[in-house]
């Protein structure tokens, strides 16, 4: 029976702050009421956490710091190197530029950036700098790696009594086995978390700007700018949901934008709204993006912050009103005044996201720091896996209900047509599923008889024994992109299998499981074949329109996809938003209909993409789109397209369970 006091923190918004029911509320302490919302609700445990670790330790601790180099600049000493660590999306650099400014050494430091055949050149000036006393500051150590044990002597050989005073040796350099463990050891080190959160990317940013630069003209757009910048860069948390690829946007991106801006508003009596949206969207930021559907939702985040509505003090980015425009009067105090009362945590509706989207990044965020207080901890035996017994059962199961098919018989019932090119999709299908079958046929034999010991086990049969004990697919058995672990992956491979032999047995489907093909695009071009030959039309002029139906009675329908960020109203026959905690529903039968030189409507669609798995990334193919992409479907809507882009809705073939 459902205790009701748990239900309340289990649908609450806020369950890392709700009162436990009965006694347990006083009879447990806050540390062990953490770990009831751990197995209530995984997803708010890092703000449980924070709420923790403020009561605790106290709020500066949960706060975004900025770095002070005079703190650490105040410790160090000519003989003592000064080493940044680097972390991906940041670069000291800038802030060391600007330290050296304030203490007057601007036309006293050297820079140079490592790498190969740099290195007697800084050697020259390093030898320079000792003795006239400069800062001297080397650049990305981690790409000269044969130069370190030289960098390692020359500061071995520095003389604290000869050394001149003023000289500092500033290093940067990414984690690396190739960095010498004496300089880490005599050196100051420090790191640059990338800023975590909007309100953290703002703050850095508007610390590094000036009263003078903030007066100018470009105030309204320029907190439109940074607002863009801490989105494009948090969107990546929410995995494919935000961007398909995670794409490492930097500081440098920002401050072309923000240049780009100061100039073309100190140039042109109206706001240049297009060239501002060209240069930041296509140039700056999407000179990064390698993704057409990652360009395109990029593009249409843009729209809203790089547009006349934002000049307006009242003006909201996000319904909530949170985040907003202020007034244009205020100086850089005001600005961060404004800044630091912004939430820590953002919620997805500054991003056009659903409330669904926090759940599964909260999840994977609260596993991942879970993860990594286990691996601390010390441990003598490592739990989990199968044992050899379960392992020999399961190999037995497998192999039990692997069947391959009769190519021969399927050409002889199916022979290829002009006519009919679902016949060559069969065969084609058939010839693929056999060559996987036989591959993990014939490795399961191999492996069976290592573990029996009547063959040598091979390093490639040692990781294949290891993935079979911790119920993950093979590596060799990897044809199709699938993210399942392994027992969901054997039963979709079976259900892949009936789904081809009740074809072969029952002729071609009235609807087809578009998921369970090995090559989906084969078929859909199959189906604009068949049309093209059928009616005299030339293939290329030909595209699919689209109709989501329930009751298929002709034509050629597809089935077996799910949808991700929406849901889909069969009553009213559109998209509609996801119930709360729905991450994934299943889609209706879609019916694909072949149509000569069609028009795309320009409005009352979503153009969703299809792709293959939830990670919807692969690697780019000759059409110019990733392997993971299938198609892109029409739905109908009655939002703007904009609105499904930024909830990052797609179709997906098949789920990671």
């Given amino acids: 029976m459902t205790n009701p006091g748990f239900k309340r923190i289990f649908d609450s918004n806020q369950p890392h702050r709700e009162p436990l029911p009965g006694e347990w509320d006083t009879k447990l302490d806050s540390f062990q009421k953490l770990l009831v919302l ?55 650099a800038a802030d060391l530029y600007k330290f050296a400014d304030v203490m007057q050494f601007s036309k006293k430091m050297r820079a140079i950036s490592l790498g190969q055949g740099q290195g007697p050149w800084a050697e020259m000036l390093l030898h320079s700098a000792l003795e006239e006393g400069q800062w001297v500051f080397f650049q990305n150590c981690h790409l000269a790696p044969s130069w370190m044990p030289s960098l390692e002597r020359l500061i071995e050989n520095i003389n604290p009594e000869k050394v001149h005073k003023d000289f500092r040796l500033w290093l940067t350099s990414l984690p690396s086995n190739k960095f010498p463990v004496s300089i880490l050891q005599n050196g100051s080190k420090m790191t640059i978390e990338p800023p975590k959160g909007i309100k953290a990317n703002l703050q850095k940013t508007y610390l590094r700007l000036t009263n003078d630069f903030i007066s100018s003209s470009t105030k309204p757009l320029l907190l439109s700018l940074c607002l863009f910048h801490g989105i494009a860069l948090e969107r990546r948390k929410f995995g494919p949901l935000g961007f398909n690829i995670a794409y490492g946007f930097t500081d440098g991106d920002l401050n072309i934008c923000i240049s780009q801006l100061k100039m073309f508003l100190d140039e042109y009596q109206d706001v240049p709204y297009k060239v501002l949206k060209y240069t930041a969207g296509e140039i700056n930021y999407g000179g990064r993006i390698t993704d057409d559907w990652d360009r395109r939702c990029l593009l249409n985040v843009l729209e809203d912050f790089y547009c006349p509505a934002v000049l307006k003090e009242d003006h909201v980015y996000s319904s909530s009103g949170v985040y907003r425009q202020i007034d244009t009067n205020l100086d850089l105090k005001g600005y961060l005044a404004f800044i630091r009362g912004l939430p820590i945590n953002d919620t997805p509706e500054i991003f056009g996201l659903h409330d669904n989207a926090n759940i599964s990044f909260a999840q994977n965020e609260t596993f991942a720091l879970l993860g990594a207080v286990v691996r601390l901890q010390p441990r003598a035996v490592s739990a989990g896996g199968k044992t050899l017994e379960e392992v020999q059962i399961s190999i037995d199961l497998i192999l039990s209900s692997l069947n391959p098919f009769s190519v021969q018989e399927v050409m002889e019932k199916y022979p290829f047509l002009y006519e009919e090119s679902m016949n060559t999709v069969l065969i084609q299908e058939v010839i693929r599923y056999n060559t996987l079958l036989e591959v993990i046929s014939q490795s399961l034999s191999d492996i069976v008889k290592a573990l029996k010991g009547l063959v040598v086990m091979s390093s490639q049969l040692e990781l294949m024994a290891n993935s079979l004990f ?60 068949n049309y093209a030959r059928r009616s005299g039309t030339s293939i290329d002029t030909i595209g699919f329109d689209f109709e989501i139906t329930e009751k298929p009675n002709a034509g050629c329908y597809i089935q077996g996809l799910f949808l991700e960020g929406a849901c889909w109203d069969n009553q009213a026959g559109q998209l509609m938003e996801s119930r709360p905690k729905e991450l994934h529903t299943e889609m209706s039968v879609i019916w694909l209909i072949p149509k000569p030189n069609r028009k795309a409507p320009t409005s009352g669609v979503y153009i969703c993409p299809i792709y293959k798995t939830l990670t919807r990334a692969g690697t780019l193919s000759t059409t110019g789109h990733s392997t993971n992409y299938v198609m892109a479907v029409e739905l109908p809507t009655d939002h703007s397209q904009k609105h499904w882009i930024k909830r990052g809705v797609a179709l997906i073939c098949a789920l990671d369970y």
């Fill in 470 to 529: 911790n119920n993950v697919v093979p590596d060799m058995w990897k044809a199709y992109p699938s993210l399942k672990p392994l027992a969901s992956w054997v039963s979709d491979l079976l259900q892949r299998i009936s789904f081809l032999q009740r074809w072969i047995h029952d002729g071609i489907p009235p609807v087809f499981w578009i998921s369970g093909f090995f090559f989906p695009q084969a078929f859909l071009t199959g189906t604009l074949q």
């Fill in 38 to 92: 751990r197995c209530l609700r995984a997803d708010c445990l890092v703000q449980g956490l924070q709420d923790f670790v403020s009561a605790q330790l106290g709020q500066r601790f949960v706060e975004p710091q900025t770095s002070d180099l005079s703190v650490v600049f105040a410790e160090s000493s000519p003989s003592t190197p000064l080493i940044f660590v680097l972390s991906p999306g940041t670069d000291p």
